[in-house]
T-cell receptor, first 120, second 112 residues
Framework: DVKVTQSSRYLVKRTGEKVFLECVQDMDHENMFWYRQDPGLGLRLIYFSYDVKMKEKGDIPEGYSVSREKKERFSLILESTSTNQTSMYLC???????????????????FGPGTRLTVL | KQEVTQIPAALSVPEGENLVLNCSFT??????LQWFRQDPGKGLTSLLLIQSSQREQTSGRLNASLDKSSGRSTLYIAASQPGDSATYLCAVNPGSNYKLTFGKGTLLTVNP
């Protein structure tokens, strides 16, 4: 059974604190993603990684960094939290189709349970 | 830039009704389209994925269709139940880098 887990369901932090959010997938997927979800704004991509030690900025990378030292693990780092980073953070993973499968349209994205971060 | 719109934003129906949720997208050059369900305070659960070459996919009481040329997808839910109450999101995958573009969702309430 497909599984993406996130290190915490709820976190409360004070402004200026450093936060690590960890995501682990057990499907041997190449691609991993970090999103944030806010009312009225929907899901927005923060960063994604398509291989170990590889990363690309998403739509809203400011104030965040990421780390991917192992294939199964993708961490989101908030170096100095601010109140506008209060949000639901969602991690996801997907596979990269094999060369012959590219046109198949597969590579379903699977999500973790989310971490609700509140910054006071 | 791809934009995804879901209408209506909220829908309330009595139990047992068949219903359709709509998703439209502006760029028809897509790799696939995925429908998700999200319960309050939870993550997203993948319901159906339609590949660009497909017209529809079915899973139990759910049927999703895709019309790339008109930039539309629909999610049909048959014989709705209170347990179907959730937010339903559609997401388009452009293919080149697997980044999804999401709609803002339809909040469905099924009343007993």
């Amino acid at each position: 059974d497909v599984k993406v887990t996130q290190s915490s369901r709820y976190l409360v932090k004070r402004t200026g604190e450093k936060v690590f959010l960890e995501c682990v997938q057990d499907m041997d997927h190449e691609n991993m993603f970090w999103y944030r979800q806010d009312p009225g704004l929907g899901l927005r991509l923060i960063y994604f990684s398509y291989d170990v030690k590889m990363k690309e900025k998403g739509d809203i990378p400011e104030g965040y960094s990421v780390s991917r030292e192992k294939k199964e693990r993708f961490s989101l780092i908030l170096e100095s939290t601010s109140t506008n980073q209060t949000s639901m953070y969602l991690c996801a993973s997907s596979s990269t189709p094999l060369a012959g499968e590219y046109r198949s349209g597969r590579n379903e994205q699977f999500f973790g349970p989310g971490t609700r971060l509140t910054v006071l | 830039k791809q934009e995804v719109t879901q209408i209506p934003a909220a829908l309330s129906v009595p139990e047992g009704e068949n219903l359709v949720l709509n998703c439209s997208f502006t760029d028809s050059a897509i790799y696939n389209l995925q429908w998700f369900r999200q319960d309050p305070g939870k993550g997203l659960t993948s319901l159906l994925l339609i590949q660009s070459s497909q017209r529809e996919q079915t899973s139990g009481r759910l049927n999703a269709s895709l019309d790339k040329s008109s930039g539309r997808s629909t999610l049909y839910i048959a014989a709705s139940q209170p347990g179907d109450s959730a937010t339903y999101l559609c997401a388009v995958n452009p293919g080149s880098n697997y980044k999804l573009t999401f709609g803002k969702g339809t909040l469905l309430t099924v009343n007993p």
